[in-house]
């Protein structure tokens, strides 16, 4: 495929490269050739204009034409073939088998929501007459569910596909009814050409107006502002930092008109390691965190960034658990992070964390190239974690800390100082089971997925899947972003009242 | 009961009364003689601090005792007898038998969430765990709803019971397992203190936490902000005006952690006559109308504010519709709002209603006592209603303005110029079909209940029910105030992963 640069408004290529940003190719580290066209505010409105004009005929579409379209936008990614593994490799430093993966399961998240339209309509309910009943007849009602109207999407950094152009937001979006306006991440702008092509020869085979999707290209951070703030856009989707994120947030906040905003924004996942656990699996549990924790270079939404243990740091069993965690540590290959800057925010975090009165750095791992960076393992007591705030925050890469609690009730008053998590781990024996279950009543208002002797990192792609949490996790603390539940997030209820069969939507009818 | 007129902070009856407010009897026209105290920061921190210290243990009562406690609550309102008619009865000048159909409606609500607790976890999903998965084996993934924390519920004027103080925002919060601090409306304090005496019986009864439900009573605003910028307030309820409701939904917009906010603010309800049933039932719609209309003074929010018609002032068929409204109205009784305040603004807005150029007085209700508000019908053309902002926004109380259209098409550009509203009726024979579909394929988009044939007032309470609506009939289209999926709103998703059965909650264990 050609890469043009330019941005896709309603199934035009449109947009003057000259003078426009490039992408950087992170494993030869040198910015790419082709040059990418900031959007203008013209075709940003055309984008979100076209998406309303186009919105009440697609929302009227039958589930089954939605399934097909969204079944068809997968076999076209899957057609691009190895450019788009390539593609995305090169503008992210992520190995080829992780962007196969990742692939996959965009594939498999769009043909997860076709499956659920075809089940048909989704919570359907329906209370029939009474005309009988006293002191006042029961009128028919039916409850269905309505697409809420143009959607924005903010492309991901960490997930160039499954959270980016065709990903989950768009594929739930898009299921929904919703058309979606895309606004590609500037560090992965050729790859989000890629799969804007494919989802443009979806839209030519299913014959879907062409205002369903727009991809919008830019650095300009006036771009994102226009699109939260327009008034024909009905839900926002996003993912990334924390800071980004309530920048967008307070956007949304000046609108006239409320409307859902949808960020995952930051979460250090916490993972206790109780104290039958430690004592007699030190060395594999360690082993275990610290393969987690490389997980694409530790840039993973979900990556472990706080290990907390029962112990003092002379005991044996801490030591045993360092000691293996410092090992297989300090045998990891350094690695890229998906951009300059991160590898800057991540270096900068590193050494701030080594400076912090009451840290102790345990293990780095091997060093590399100039622009390689190495993973980092922490270690505090709860006492100075408690009295510092820095360390609460995520340090986004490849990083964890270690935090030593002198005993169950300081466990428990860490776990109340915590902010919102995606996830949190116990990692326990049974006869843990007592302190297991105190922890986990109180741990449970914590994190939007609890997670027993497992690893946080996989997200599994499900009916029963949370991806999301209480604040700053999600600023939406009743949806998931990952699941079948995320197609929840842009529709909304409406209840039918003594209708003709003619005006049902055929779900609804007898 | 002896009405102290106090506020209930966590089981402690608190506050001096001295200097404090009174109530206003509406149908006497005078101030009662009861005082009733404004709660001070710290008595509304303590409930909060209270709620908030209840959580967990109330969070973790079986769903079996939570419906309990919801329906002792309804037998304790029962108790109370006809003082709490009375007292409503005084205190808003909302007739009797309005007032016992509310306690009616109040108590249904309070057992049609037992039901649904009864029932067993709500939309609970169970994906099993297969280890023999490729790539990957998949985990033990559970879906489950936790409450988010204490909810703070602010009382509607116009539904002193239903809406208010153990209304449906307080039942379904409580239901979902969030301890409550409610904000009494000031317009009806002392029918607010017997609810809550008869909430802190069921407390007692029933064993529960005494810091789950805490009335405050207060006529300054800044209580309001207190509660809804706390940091324990995890989300709030409200049923006002959209000025009012703005208010509290910008001041949560400062909050660090972001919050729902359920606003039911406002909703003209446009009620559309179409061209067969004005040519055949012309009459009868127009009496039913303004039936409708009479519920309440007009002080329901579905009230029928706007009827749209397709005619010229001079057509028959539009004559003998307004002849018989006109006759209709004019013949309805006088009556007094729900404040003095109320039927100020009512009557000032009557008055720029009627200087409106373009705008003609169709017909008045019945003139009454001083105190008295009277009815009144205008009609307009598109044209001054396309070019007079002042027109679209909802006149609360019993009067309506009817708008003509040339055309379908001039109906059409009726429905788009819509803010969201609750609630819409179709009026129509089986011969407006067609436009009655092409009128509904829009129309739906901007109303949380669409209607067919019958009137707007009167909701029903059942699991199809949708109270809610595009902003401003709601601050959160998601969701519904009315109805057993109410209860959504307090809860949140919550994923357990591979965790053993005693770490389940009851309805997630195999």
Redesign the interface.
């Known amino acids: 495929m050609t890469i043009t640069g330019k941005n896709l408004i309603a199934g035009e290529w449109t947009g003057d490269t000259k003078g426009g940003f490039t992408a950087f190719d992170a494993v030869s580290h040198q910015a790419m050739t082709t040059t990418f066209a900031d959007a203008t505010d013209i075709e940003v409105n055309t984008a979100i204009n076209r998406a309303n004009d186009a919105f ?1 005929s697609y ?2 579409t039958s589930p089954e034409n939605r399934a097909h379209f969204l079944r068809t936008i997968g076999e076209q990614i899957s057609a691009l073939g190895d450019e788009l593994v390539t593609t995305a490799c090169a503008e992210t430093g992520l190995p080829a088998m992780r962007i196969q993966g990742e692939r996959g399961r965009t594939i498999g998240q769009l043909n997860l929501f076709a499956d659920l339209l075809e089940k048909g309509e989704y919570d359907a ?3 029939l007459a009474d005309n009988d009943r006293q002191p ?1 007849p ?2 028919d ?3 269905g569910y ?1 697409p ?2 143009v959607v924005g999407v903010f492309a991901a950094s960490n997930f160039p596909l499954a959270f980016s152009t065709a990903g989950g937001d768009t594929a739930s979006a898009l299921a929904a009814g919703c058309p979606v306006v895309m606004k590609a991440h500037a560090a992965h702008p050729a790859t989000a050409e890629l799969v804007a092509q494919a989802i443009l020869k979806a839209i030519d085979i299913c014959d879907v107006d062409k205002g369903v999707f727009s991809l919008i290209q830019g650095k300009n951070y006036a771009i994102a502002s226009q699109i939260v703030t327009h008034p024909h856009v009905k839900a926002v989707g996003f993912t990334g930092s924390e800071r980004v994120g309530m920048i967008l ?2 956007q949304i ?1 000046q609108r006239p ?2 409307i ?2 949808y960020g995952e924004l930051g979460s250090i996942n916490p993972q206790y390691i109780m104290p039958e656990k430690l004592a007699q699996n030190s060395q594999a549990i360690a082993q275990g965190l610290v393969g987690s924790l490389m997980m694409g270079q530790g840039q993973f939404c979900t990556s472990p960034g706080v290990w907390v243990v029962i112990g003092k740091e002379t005991d044996d069993h801490y030591q045993s658990f360092t000691d293996a965690a410092a090992k297989s540590l300090s045998e990891q290959a350094a690695g890229v992070m998906l951009t300059p800057a991160m590898c800057q925010s991540y270096t900068n975090a590193i050494k701030e964390r080594n400076d912090t009165t009451g840290v102790t750095l345990v293990a780095t791992g091997l060093s590399g190239r100039e622009q390689d960076c190495s993973a980092a393992l922490f270690a505090t007591d709860f006492a100075t974690y408690e009295s510092t705030p820095t360390l609460h925050q995520e340090l986004f890469g490849f990083s964890a800390l270690i935090v030593r609690c002198d005993d169950f009730t300081q466990m428990m008053k860490f776990t109340k100082l915590l ?1 919102g998590n995606l996830t949190a781990s116990i990692h326990a024996l049974d006869a843990d ?1 007592t302190l ?2 105190q922890l ?3 741990l ?2 914590k ?8 690893m946080p990192t ?1 997200v ?1 792609v ?5 991806h ?1 949490g209480p ?1 700053p996790a999600s ?6 972003s990952v699941g079948s ?1 995320a197609i ?2 842009f ?10 069969q ?2 049902l939507p055929k779900a609804l009818q007898n």
Chains 1, 2 share one sequence.
């Open positions: 009440i929302s009227q309910v329906i209370d006042l029961k009128p009602t039916r409850l309505l809420l109207g947030q307070q906040n008109e409320p859902p905003f902010t089971l297991s279950a986990s009543q109180t449970v208002h994190v939007g997925r609890l997670i027993y002797n497992q996989g599994e499900c009916a029963s899947m949370n999301g604040f600023t939406n603390i009743r949806t998931t539940e929840k997030r529709q909304r209820p409406i209840c039918y009242q003594n209708m003709p003619a005006l």
